[in-house]
Protein backbone atom coordinates (compact mmCIF):
# COMPACT_ATOMS: atom_id res chain seq x y z
CA UNK A 1 0.00 0.00 0.00
CA UNK A 2 1.54 3.31 -1.08
CA UNK A 3 1.27 6.89 0.94
CA UNK A 4 -1.20 8.12 -1.31
CA UNK A 5 -4.93 7.77 -0.51
CA UNK A 6 -6.25 9.13 -3.76
CA UNK A 7 -4.69 6.17 -5.90
CA UNK A 8 -5.79 3.78 -2.89
CA UNK A 9 -9.30 4.75 -3.14
CA UNK A 10 -9.18 4.81 -6.94
CA UNK A 11 -7.52 1.30 -7.17
CA UNK A 12 -9.91 0.20 -5.20
CA UNK A 13 -12.74 1.35 -7.02
CA UNK A 14 -11.34 -0.19 -10.29
CA UNK A 15 -10.71 -3.34 -8.24
CA UNK A 16 -14.48 -3.68 -6.61
CA UNK A 17 -16.01 -3.08 -10.60
CA UNK A 18 -13.73 -5.61 -11.91
CA UNK A 19 -14.73 -8.13 -9.53
CA UNK A 20 -18.63 -6.22 -8.99
CA UNK A 21 -18.24 -5.85 -5.10
CA UNK A 22 -20.65 -4.24 -3.95
CA UNK A 23 -18.81 -2.92 -1.01
CA UNK A 24 -14.86 -0.80 -1.45
CA UNK A 25 -13.84 0.93 1.94
CA UNK A 26 -10.70 3.31 2.10
CA UNK A 27 -9.12 5.12 4.65
CA UNK A 28 -11.32 8.94 5.57
CA UNK A 29 -9.11 11.28 4.38
CA UNK A 30 -10.53 14.92 3.89
CA UNK A 31 -9.48 14.74 0.35
CA UNK A 32 -11.22 11.11 -0.05
CA UNK A 33 -14.59 12.53 1.60
CA UNK A 34 -14.60 15.08 -0.94
CA UNK A 35 -14.22 13.09 -3.82
CA UNK A 36 -16.76 10.54 -2.68
CA UNK A 37 -19.60 13.20 -1.83
CA UNK A 38 -18.62 14.20 -5.88
CA UNK A 39 -19.18 10.68 -7.09
CA UNK A 40 -22.33 10.20 -5.19
CA UNK A 41 -24.03 13.82 -6.44
CA UNK A 42 -22.57 12.99 -9.84
CA UNK A 43 -24.27 9.42 -9.39
CA UNK A 44 -21.55 7.03 -9.96
CA UNK A 45 -21.88 5.34 -6.51
CA UNK A 46 -24.92 5.15 -4.75
CA UNK A 47 -24.29 6.10 -1.34
CA UNK A 48 -20.93 6.37 1.12
CA UNK A 49 -20.78 6.19 4.46
CA UNK A 50 -18.13 7.85 7.28
CA UNK A 51 -17.73 5.34 9.61
CA UNK A 52 -15.63 6.77 12.61
CA UNK A 53 -16.41 3.85 15.17
CA UNK A 54 -13.33 2.58 15.39
CA UNK A 55 -10.04 4.29 15.53
CA UNK A 56 -9.27 3.77 11.69
CA UNK A 57 -11.63 5.83 10.06
CA UNK A 58 -12.99 4.70 6.89
CA UNK A 59 -15.34 5.28 3.83
CA UNK A 60 -17.92 2.79 2.88
CA UNK A 61 -18.42 3.51 -1.10
CA UNK A 62 -21.78 1.17 -2.68
CA UNK A 63 -20.80 1.92 -6.63
CA UNK A 64 -23.26 1.56 -9.24
CA UNK A 65 -24.02 -0.88 -11.73
CA UNK A 66 -26.51 -1.37 -14.55
CA UNK A 67 -28.26 -3.92 -16.18
CA UNK A 68 -28.06 -7.39 -15.70
CA UNK A 69 -24.58 -8.13 -16.62
CA UNK A 70 -23.95 -5.53 -13.61
CA UNK A 71 -21.85 -3.28 -16.07
CA UNK A 72 -20.18 -0.52 -13.86
CA UNK A 73 -20.99 3.42 -14.11
CA UNK A 74 -17.44 4.18 -13.65
CA UNK A 75 -15.44 2.49 -16.27
CA UNK A 76 -12.19 4.31 -16.02
CA UNK A 77 -10.99 6.06 -12.93
CA UNK A 78 -7.66 7.86 -13.49
CA UNK A 79 -5.14 9.40 -11.23
CA UNK A 80 -3.87 12.49 -13.01
CA UNK A 81 -2.04 14.50 -10.59
CA UNK A 82 0.39 12.52 -8.27
CA UNK A 83 3.28 12.51 -5.57
CA UNK A 84 5.79 12.84 -7.63
CA UNK A 85 4.49 15.72 -10.27
CA UNK A 86 1.67 18.12 -9.52
CA UNK A 87 -0.68 18.92 -12.39
CA UNK A 88 -1.93 22.32 -11.73
CA UNK A 89 -4.52 24.01 -14.64
CA UNK A 90 -6.82 26.97 -14.80
CA UNK A 91 -10.41 27.02 -15.18
CA UNK A 92 -9.44 27.92 -19.19
CA UNK A 93 -7.09 24.85 -19.59
CA UNK A 94 -9.16 22.22 -17.81
CA UNK A 95 -9.40 19.44 -19.64
CA UNK A 96 -13.13 18.15 -20.74
CA UNK A 97 -13.39 13.99 -20.84
CA UNK A 98 -15.40 12.89 -23.14
CA UNK A 99 -16.25 15.90 -24.30
CA UNK A 100 -18.32 16.56 -21.05
CA UNK A 101 -19.55 13.09 -20.44
CA UNK A 102 -16.96 12.13 -17.66
CA UNK A 103 -15.56 14.52 -14.89
CA UNK A 104 -12.63 15.80 -13.92
CA UNK A 105 -11.63 16.26 -9.98
CA UNK A 106 -9.67 19.19 -8.61
CA UNK A 107 -8.78 20.91 -5.50
CA UNK A 108 -9.15 24.36 -5.74
CA UNK A 109 -8.68 26.78 -2.74
CA UNK A 110 -12.98 26.55 -2.68
CA UNK A 111 -12.12 22.46 -1.92
CA UNK A 112 -12.49 19.90 -3.72
CA UNK A 113 -14.48 20.65 -6.91
CA UNK A 114 -15.60 19.43 -10.63
CA UNK A 115 -14.76 20.60 -13.74
CA UNK A 116 -17.64 22.06 -14.43
CA UNK A 117 -17.84 23.57 -11.17
CA UNK A 118 -14.40 25.16 -11.24
CA UNK A 119 -14.98 26.64 -15.16
CA UNK A 120 -18.41 28.32 -13.74
CA UNK A 121 -16.72 29.56 -10.67
CA UNK A 122 -13.92 30.72 -12.88
CA UNK A 123 -10.76 28.36 -10.35
CA UNK A 124 -8.54 26.64 -11.46
CA UNK A 125 -6.30 24.27 -9.15
CA UNK A 126 -4.53 20.77 -9.01
CA UNK A 127 -6.28 18.06 -11.20
CA UNK A 128 -6.81 15.15 -8.74
CA UNK A 129 -8.24 12.76 -11.22
CA UNK A 130 -11.11 11.69 -13.83
CA UNK A 131 -13.83 9.32 -13.64
CA UNK A 132 -16.34 8.28 -16.43
Known sequence: ?????????????????????????????????????ILSREGFTEQFIDDRRNAKNILILNPKYRGGRREPYITTPRRMSKSGLRIYSNYREIPKILGGMGIVILSTSEGIVTDREAREKKIGGELLCYVW
Open 1 to 37: MSNDAITNMITSIRNANSGKVDIVQVFATNTNRGIAK
